[in-house]
């Protein structure tokens, strides 16, 4: 009787033992608003991470949550901060409400192409965002800049007075002042709101990231859409980001690994980041809409705007604005 059990206890022992293993792995909660396992690069880079984390086997694991299935996106920050998040890809702008210096990384025209993007990384001026990112209650583990454009469902979007009486959706503060004082009527909602938004008349027109123009499919409620192109009015910082209470509770061995982690999504999105401009002008125009471009008149003319809007108003309002400002534009 005795020899018959013995092989059952031995594998009951085994499985127990495979089940405290895994249940000392640390798991951490990955949060974004965008599609997951549909080519978003921003699930890619969350993805990616949670991949490399796991083949470290440093007993920590990334449960990753897309598409607002864990927090919506304009809660993220917030759980974030609060520790009831750990990990988030995040339109930084998103919580400007917080904190306002944050409206420099959606200025129009303070980034230029997705070369001086790289550039900036390293900068003067993001030393100062990630100290206000820091002080809020979290840390950058990949930096990430997208760039965008505009679609309408009314006319083509290219200089100032295109604008004017279109109900248009803007990303942040710094962009929604200069198309208000453009002419057009301001909608604020995150980008996964928006397709609803344009399908029932309550936005004609939206701004967003290339990859937010292909993800959320807005071709099918659009018109015309206007591409970066050479003058790209639209950069937007999405980094990934991690509680910093969340991070202080990780060994060192755990935290090597995000940092390895991080740093290969931000050179994965870095080798893709202007493919996807690209992407986005196929995927409209095999769906029948009108691709144009800027000029670079209408860039200037968008970017006096700004000057006398956003610009002046972040340097007025916002602590040490005119010296991010600066910063930003000191770098060539």
Request: net charge negative.
């Amino acid at each position: 009787m005795q020899r018959h059990m013995l092989p059952a206890i031995a594998v009951l022992g085994l499985a127990l033992a495979a089940s405290s293993t895994a249940s000392a792995n640390t798991v951490l909660r990955a949060s974004h608003q965008f599609p997951g396992g549909q080519g978003d690069v921003r699930d890619e880079m969350v993805q990616m991470m949670a991949r490399q984390v796991a083949e470290a086997d440093v007993g920590l694991e990334i449960q990753v949550h897309p598409g607002q299935s864990l927090f919506k996106a304009d809660e993220q920050w917030g759980a974030l901060v609060r520790g009831r998040l750990d990990i988030t890809s995040l339109p930084l702008d998103y919580a400007s409400g917080r904190h306002p210096e944050f409206s420099a990384t959606l200025m129009p025209g303070l980034v230029r192409n997705h070369e001086h993007a790289q550039r900036l990384n390293d900068s003067e001026f993001m030393e100062m965002i990630k100290d206000v990112i820091q002080e809020g209650g979290a840390r950058v583990l990949a930096d990430a800049w997208l760039s965008g454009g505009f679609a309408s469902s009314e006319q083509c979007i290219t200089s100032p007075d295109t604008v004017q009486g279109q109900n248009l959706r803007a990303a942040g503060p710094a962009f929604e002042q200069m198309l208000e004082a453009a002419g057009a009527s301001i909608a604020s909602m995150p980008s996964s709101e928006v397709y609803t938004a344009m399908q029932t008349g309550v936005l004609d027109a939206a701004n967003t990231s290339s990859m937010s123009f292909i993800s959320f499919r807005l071709y099918e409620q659009v018109e015309c859409l206007t591409e970066p192109g050479d003058y790209a009015l639209w950069f937007m910082y999405e980094p990934i980001l991690i509680s910093e209470q969340t991070w202080q509770k990780l060994d060192e061995q755990q935290q090597q690994a995000l940092i390895e982690a991080g740093q290969a999504a931000e050179e994965y999105f870095a080798a893709e980041a202007a493919a996807i401009d690209q992407e986005m002008v196929t995927v409209y125009e095999e769906n029948g809409v009108e691709v144009v471009r800027m000029s670079e008149e209408d860039y200037n003319a968008w970017l006096e705007i700004a000057r006398e809007t956003s610009y002046k108003n972040f340097a007025e309002s916002v602590p040490n604005g005119q010296a991010i400002i600066d910063a930003a534009l000191a770098v060539e």
